[in-house]
């Protein structure tokens, strides 16, 4: 997502080198829809430099600070030295995050949408997140719920949810469902419990994912899974609950699962 405004002083920004001249380097700035910088040859890199192009070459992508803006002149002065290692990774990752779901928006939307459409709905995620990257990564996870209190249509709302679930690696996710255990039988208690471990799975649960039921209160029961991408969870979570379900009902009970606790067990 390009910016349509000026940079602020003290701000890092990436660019391209699109020119080296003797007494500097100038710079497109990704981030800044047609905005330019000039960084001096003196705040290229510290000490003596002979020739720019011992530290920079044309189309290299860079970390610069924003040392002034001269809106009226259109000139934005740069510099690369004052930009440490860690400042430099940390802002390139974060410009990196914001490539993705730029194009994590053109899936949701359609390559086709127009900037207008865009925008509003750019917009509308970062009243709520910090980043577009971050509203995605939200939706990965918590789904619709993470999305809950953005300003726009249901259907949109879906579209972001399914391209953050399609596109969006996350290191875990954890989802939790319930699941209602009845029996009658007078060894009602027995059957409960072998429903539970069939939930648990008896060594069937895939490596790399972790799956924990818990008592929440009778007849109700909690089943939380841990695993690398939504897909796995959800299709886990859904197998352990199918497990407790079909144990109790082959022993004459009754299962239930439901994706939220109940109201009257809050």
């Not at 979570?237 to 809050?266: K, N, P, T, Y």
């Amino acid at each position: 997502m390009q910016y349509s405004g000026w940079p602020e002083p003290g701000e890092l920004v990436v660019g391209e080198v699109d020119e080296i001249a003797d007494f500097g380097v100038f710079v497109d700035l990704d981030q800044y829809e047609d905005k330019r910088g000039l960084c001096h040859i003196s705040e290229v890199a510290s000490g003596w430099i002979k020739n720019v192009r011992d530290h920079v070459r044309e189309g290299q992508t860079v970390v610069a600070k924003v040392l002034e803006v001269d809106k009226s002149s259109e000139q934005v002065d740069l510099s690369i030295k004052d930009v440490n290692e860690h400042q430099r990774k940390e802002t390139i990752q974060a410009w990196k995050n914001e490539r993705k779901a730029d194009n994590w928006m053109l899936i949701a939307l359609g390559e086709g949408v127009d900037d207008g459409r865009y925008t509003e709905v750019a917009n509308a995620l970062l009243v709520e997140f910090d980043s577009l990257y971050d509203a995605f990564e939200s939706a990965a996870i918590r789904g619709t719920d993470a999305l809950a209190d953005v300003d726009v249509d249901d259907d949109t709302i879906e579209a972001v949810v399914d391209a953050a679930r399609e596109n969006v690696s996350v290191p875990y996710v954890d989802v939790t469902g319930y699941v209602d255990l009845e029996s009658y039988a007078s060894d009602g208690v027995d059957d409960v419990k072998a429903a539970l471990e069939a939930a648990e799975g008896n060594g069937s649960v895939p490596d790399g994912v972790e799956l924990e039921v818990g008592y929440v209160g009778s007849p109700e029961y909690r089943i939380k899974v841990r695993a690398p991408d939504y897909k796995t969870a959800e299709a886990q979570l859904e197998a352990a609950a199918s497990r407790a379900r079909e144990s109790i009902e082959s022993a004459g009970g009754v299962g239930e699962f439901h994706r939220e606790r109940r109201e009257d067990d809050e």
